[in-house]
């Protein structure tokens, strides 16, 4: 018996007529009055574009902490409370009062994670979602820009609320791979790549301070980066406003029902399942925990997410102090005394990027448990090396850090 039932909402004129005869899914087709193709390639291009520049430009923005941290010492940054005269070197009292700074920010960026996932997927417009990021992120980078240690103390503030911006810019950006179902691993690979990378804008910073302090001054940079940010989280809204207008979602909907029906008939032409194919199923099977079809409260519940969360909390913390505290470490520990290596440490921490074709893959072919035991060696292997007193052998250790 044919049976029509309305395709995802009232606001679509998309219809499924399928054939149930045979209990099977191949024998539908679609009458529909959108056609997928009301969104074009351009817009679908575009909004992912963007999503990518905003990742790069301001997602890990405030990893960047080491060069920062330098910029902020020549310019003698809370160095009102060092007993020293040498504004170029940092003091305990000073360095804790900068340290706060990133310590705020980096817990403000991974507590904020949750509630932006769900600000995501609740928040009925993806153009007022951007629109309340490019608040959060321009206030951000404005408020650190006009920021001084005697007359305008909101330093922490400003890297606060760009953390928080940047974490938005994250979540946020990976709505739009599902624009191009084809290239979605590939937008997704990249995104993670790319907030590495992100990293580098403050070294950039850095480096166009000490080449030329009155030209490019901290203000300058920041409010630049500010006016920028309006422009991509414009360019955003205004992106996800029209894919709106075109109810994106059905069409993605249709997209993939039409994916399906191929894939079925395409099933028709095979031939019955061997043993070899059975094993590989059960295989896969075996690759997808229980707690996958768990609502999320129940997932919270289990021993697995209790591992990775405490595996995470573990590592994540040493990854954060040790970003925080290694200008301090190289200063007063190894006599770094001109900032070379902490330079060399900048350029580094970005090339993390490097390492994801080697983490996919050890996912793929060792799967994620022996993943997580490589993961504590690597850990051991840089906590030894760090403990190491040679300043040319932290550069090995920089990698290892960067790739753990």
Request: with cysteine; hydrophobic share 45%; aromatic share 12%.
């Amino acid at each position: 018996m044919n049976e029509t039932k309305p395709l995802l909402s009232d606001r679509t004129a998309n219809t499924i007529t399928t054939n149930n005869s045979n209990n099977k899914m191949n024998d539908f087709s679609f009458t529909t009055t959108r056609s997928s193709s009301t969104i074009s390639s351009t817009l679908r291009w575009t909004t992912n574009a963007m999503s990518l520049v905003s990742v790069l430009l301001f997602s890990g923005l405030i990893l960047g902490w080491a060069p920062l941290e330098l910029m902020l010492t020549r310019e003698g940054q809370y160095n009102e409370y060092c007993v020293s005269d040498e504004e170029t070197k940092l003091c305990p009292e000073q360095s804790i009062r900068l340290q706060r700074i990133f310590t705020v920010a980096q817990f403000l960026m991974n507590f904020a994670s949750l509630p932006i996932g769900y600000l995501v997927d609740y928040i009925p417009s993806k153009g007022l979602y951007f629109a309340m990021t490019a608040v959060v992120q321009v206030t951000g980078l404005l408020i650190f820009a006009a920021s001084d240690s005697l007359t305008f103390d909101y330093f922490t503030v400003g890297y606060g609320l760009m953390a928080v911006g940047g974490s938005m810019a994250l979540v946020g950006s990976f709505p739009a791979s599902f624009l191009l179902p084809e290239y979605q691993l590939g937008l997704l690979a990249m995104i993670s790549c790319l907030f590495d990378a992100s990293s580098a804008v403050l070294f950039v910073f850095h480096r166009l301070n000490v080449s030329n302090s009155e030209l490019y001054t901290r203000r300058m940079l920041f409010a630049s980066l500010g006016c920028i940010g309006i422009v991509v989280y414009g360019l955003l809204a205004t992106c996800w406003t029209l894919l709106e207008l075109k109810h994106w979602k059905d069409v993605i909907a249709i997209e993939e029902l039409e994916t399906e029906k191929k894939k079925n008939n395409n099933n028709n032409n095979t031939l019955l399942p061997t043993t070899e194919n059975c094993d590989n199923n059960n295989d896969r099977q075996k690759d997808h925990p229980h707690i996958i079809g768990l609502p999320i409260w129940e997932q919270l519940q289990t021993s697995e997410f209790m591992l990775v969360a405490i595996f995470s909390s573990i590592h994540i913390l040493r990854c954060n102090y040790y970003v925080m505290t290694i200008d301090d470490f190289l200063y007063y520990f190894l006599g770094d005394s001109d900032g070379y290596y902490a330079d060399v440490f900048s350029y580094v921490l970005p090339s993390g990027i490097l390492f994801f074709p080697l983490i996919e893959q050890t996912l793929v072919r060792v799967g994620i448990t022996r993943s997580l035991h490589i993961t504590n060696i690597l850990g051991v292997v840089f906590g030894i090396l760090v403990l190491i007193p040679s300043l040319k052998l932290q550069v090995f250790t920089f990698f290892v850090f960067t790739g753990f």
